[in-house]
């Protein structure tokens, strides 16, 4: 169904739940849970975690129309900052004109390893351990026969000898879960036969968070045109910001903010639907550093000839559509029915997606008008309503604070008693 979200953020919270209750994009129960705002009832949160004492809320909202692989998303996003959604929605647009996202999922599988130590000869166990690669897959598959039911399962070994470590690796595909406690159960059913086979001892069987067996790749093609109306105003944009981007390659310094910038959305989608946002980092910032430095994780590069800016990334994107807390939380089973109930290779391909149109928002403001611009007027509005602005003050305190370029609390709040005393 085409929609026109022309004027969206314009409406009110309970106007924008209408629109999509009407529009066929919430069922009745997912609207009626946002709408009453009882997102994660305290009994709930109580059987998530420990030591609960209530819940912390944030705000969530929606980005529309991201096209990925020929295919429009609603996408939901919890974040407390305002630019991330503007920005996120500024760069959805533009590259839906241009054709949207394409995306490859390189694999499908976590990895696991078994780090043993003592052991005498590692060349010689390699080769015992290898000898039985076929068994040992097989007493993993045992030891989980559900994912195996479901198609997944154990699906290749391999060892590397690293200073006083020889570290067995284990993956596995691991269907629509993430895959943590899938992935223990396998490598502790089969520590006891490693210790056997190589006479050495073993230190720790765990799950590793750096996924790439879960590499996927997100590009975008965006024409020149879709930059600036002024061709050459255009051309200097697609310049700077393959200079920006080769900037994040260079110094570790701008790395670690252009990658900032890029989770800034990919951390929201992941908090929307109750996915680790803990180990997607932690993957994808050891990706950043595959090749002995810290690095950007996006590229762009200009194409003059055909006037096109080309854009690319590719993380470990662990992401999953059940277990954890994604099944409990009535706020996540909202974000799937938005999110058309994607699977986990959709999901996955949909989130490094709006990780690359992030940092595409954020390349193109920062070689152009800067990135405070759109930052302080949205900052404006949050210092309104801390200093106590309502209704229609907090428009008109913004406005004050923008025109005299003084952004701080003493300020919102002086402005808002002079309204107020004009008003009496």
Request: net charge neutral.
């Amino acid at each position: 169904m085409k929609v026109n979200w022309t004027g969206f953020s314009k409406k009110n919270p309970a106007e924008r739940l209408q629109m999509l209750k009407e529009k066929g994009l919430l069922q009745d129960e997912h609207w009626q849970l946002l709408d009453s705002q009882q997102t994660l009832p305290l009994e709930t949160a109580n059987q998530m975690s420990e030591n609960v004492l209530a819940t912390l809320a944030l705000p969530y909202s929606l980005v529309p129309d991201f096209l990925v692989d020929g295919k429009s998303y609603q996408v939901p996003f919890v974040t407390e900052e305002p630019s991330v959604v503007a920005a996120a929605s500024f760069a959805a647009k533009i590259i839906k004109r241009s054709g949207g996202f394409e995306t490859e999922v390189h694999k499908r599988q976590m990895i696991g390893q078994i780090a043993l130590y003592q052991v005498d000869n590692a060349d010689r166990a390699i080769k015992d351990i290898l000898m039985k690669k076929k068994e040992l897959l097989e007493q993993a598959n045992q030891a989980y026969p559900s994912i195996v039911a479901r198609g997944g399962g154990a699906r290749d070994l391999w060892l590397e000898p690293k200073e006083d470590f020889l570290i067995f690796y284990l993956s596995v595909d691991t269907q629509e879960a993430m895959g943590a406690n899938m992935l223990n159960t396998m490598l502790e059913a089969i520590t006891l036969p490693l210790k056997d086979l190589t006479g050495g001892k073993s230190l720790m069987a765990i799950l590793s968070n750096y996924a790439t067996d879960s590499l996927v790749t997100a590009r975008c093609v965006i024409g020149y045109r879709f930059l600036s109306r002024d061709t050459a105003e255009a051309e200097l944009l697609a310049d700077k910001m393959q200079l920006a981007s080769k900037l994040a390659q260079v110094d570790p310094y701008r790395a670690a903010t252009h990658n900032k910038g890029i989770f800034n959305g990919i951390d929201a989608l992941v908090l929307a639907t109750g996915n680790d946002w803990r180990a997607v980092e932690a993957g994808a910032h050891a990706y950043a550093s595959r090749e002995g430095s810290y690095r950007g994780l996006s590229t762009w590069t200009a194409d003059p000839d055909k006037r096109q800016l080309h854009g690319q990334m590719t993380l470990p994107m662990p992401i999953a559509t059940k277990g954890g807390s994604i099944g409990l939380n009535p706020a996540v089973a909202a974000s799937f029915d938005l999110l058309g109930q994607p699977q986990a290779k959709e999901l996955a391909s949909l989130i490094v997606s709006v990780g690359l149109a992030q940092n595409f928002a954020a390349l193109k403001a920062l070689v152009s008008t800067g990135i405070q611009a759109g930052h302080m007027k949205l900052q404006a509005k949050s210092l309104a309503l801390q200093a106590g602005a309502q209704g229609e003050e907090i428009a008109a305190v913004a406005s004050c604070l923008t025109v005299k370029k003084t952004f701080n609390l003493a300020t919102a709040q002086e402005i808002l008693a002079d309204l107020r005393k004009q008003d009496k």
